[in-house]
């Protein structure tokens, strides 16, 4: 009827309802790739500090043992690295040691007189950025440095280049995985050493695929052909033993398995001494 009122309809709120939700579902998904892009930023940037922690080198190096010398390697000549020599008479078979990533090759002068004792030279090999040595590290600088060695003592009077051993410990694994890959070896010797550091970052958490140095020592493992020998401690909380065991496994032998964790290992020499005698490598 003409001028009659319509009844009130009520008005639907499900669009309104629809949109709020919408905003809050779009807020909540920005913040989400926000913090996973923090995250994932985080650690692309950060990893290398974590993975080469780079302690202080003291302020006078120990003095070198008679017959020591001290090298500098590369194509700059930064990287620095110290050729311990046996008393015995050349040429010495030598075993190149590339150490953990929390040590410097001052740490080590001492232990490795035990090689030097039995008629071995020795050469600590410094990492870039480590200690007294210039440049950054990464697995690009530190496989160069190690290539840097080995090329030093293939050329260097009293070696016997037939007779190269890289024996890596931690990090050094690495190292000496990445030497063994570019030059011919006598043999690879591996302490605490990781399957990768993808496999590594996996176990924190973090995504293999944001790793920039991988270090991806099980492939090496698999794709070499000489004498090796993999030690590695039971009690391992850093690098768990199952690292050492795949490593074994992926070389045909039996991991050497020490009473300890992954800083507290006693040092295997007698392990390596057998290892090498049985090689001919002494």
């Not at 080469?52 to 930064?78: H, M, N």
């Not at 694994?173 to 990445?178: D, E, L, M, S």
């Not at 007698?270 to 049985?278: H, K, V």
Request: net charge neutral; with cysteine; hydrophobic share 45%.
């Amino acid at each position: 009827m003409p001028g009659a009122r319509r009844p009130d309809v009520p008005r639907p709120h499900g669009d309104r309802g629809l949109k709020g939700r919408v905003r809050v579902s779009t807020t909540t998904l920005l913040i989400v790739v926000a913090v996973a892009a923090l995250y994932l930023g985080g650690v692309w940037g950060l990893q290398r500090s974590v993975l080469y922690p780079r302690p202080p080198a003291p302020e006078v190096p120990e003095p070198l043992p008679p017959g020591g010398k001290l090298v500098w390697l590369g194509a700059d000549r930064s990287t620095e690295a110290w050729l311990l020599r046996p008393s015995s008479p050349p040429p010495h078979p030598v075993v190149v040691f590339t150490h953990g990533n929390g040590e410097l090759i001052d740490h080590w002068l001492r232990p490795f007189r035990a090689l030097t004792d039995a008629g071995l030279a020795v050469l600590l090999l410094e990492y870039p950025g480590y200690g007294r040595s210039g440049g950054s590290p990464s697995q690009e600088s530190i496989t160069a440095a190690a290539v840097a060695a080995y090329d030093f003592l293939a050329a260097e009077p009293g070696i016997d280049a037939g007779r190269i051993v890289a024996y890596g410990r931690s990090l050094g694994g690495g190292a000496a995985c990445a030497l063994a890959l570019q030059r011919k070896l006598a043999a690879l010797i591996l302490e605490s050493t990781f399957t990768s550091v993808r496999d590594m970052a996996s176990r924190l958490g973090a995504p293999g695929s944001l790793v920039r140095d991988p270090f991806d020592n099980l492939a090496a493992v698999r794709a070499l052909d000489l004498p090796m020998l993999v030690i590695h401690g039971e009690r391992d909380g850093i690098v768990p033993v199952s690292h050492g065991e795949a490593l074994a496994e992926a070389a045909g032998v039996e991991l050497v398995r020490l009473p300890c964790g992954h800083n507290d290992c006693p040092r295997p020499w007698r392990a390596i001494l057998a290892f090498l005698d049985a090689n001919g490598l002494r």
